[in-house]
Nanobody, 118 residues
């Protein structure tokens, strides 16, 4: 199983970016998917998560600005980030709770850098 994330980059404050993360490999089903981020010198924190049924969860700092969605047919999760702030600068990591054969575990993407300039 692999998770491939893309969509990061450099954007000015107030701008938007869309991250995507596709899971591939031997996948029977995917439960929750989501995004964490880690800024320099800080702990990794949950940004947003979405269940297989579409229920969502957001960190308070991103509510109203970020939207998480997923395409179950493509095993892909998205994070639409609007009204970006300098403090959103971080490496963003996607994850997926995947059932493969008889094993269920969380897989992580490689991380994608998001830099918001003032």
């Amino acid at each position: 199983v692999q998770l491939q994330a893309c969509g990061g980059g450099l954007v000015q404050a107030g701008g938007s970016l869309r991250l995507s993360c596709a899971a591939s490999g031997s996948i029977f089903s995917i439960n929750s998917m989501g995004w964490y981020r880690q800024a320099p010198g800080k702990q990794r924190e949950l940004v947003a998560a979405i269940t297989s049924g579409g229920s969502t969860q957001y960190a308070d700092l991103v509510k109203g600005r970020f939207t998480i969605s997923r395409d179950n047919a493509k095993n892909t999760v998205y994070l639409q980030m609007n009204s970006l702030k300098v403090e959103d600068t971080a490496v963003y990591y996607c994850y997926a709770d995947i059932l493969s054969a008889s094993i269920s575990r969380v897989w992580w993407g490689q991380g994608t850098q998001v830099t918001v300039s003032s």
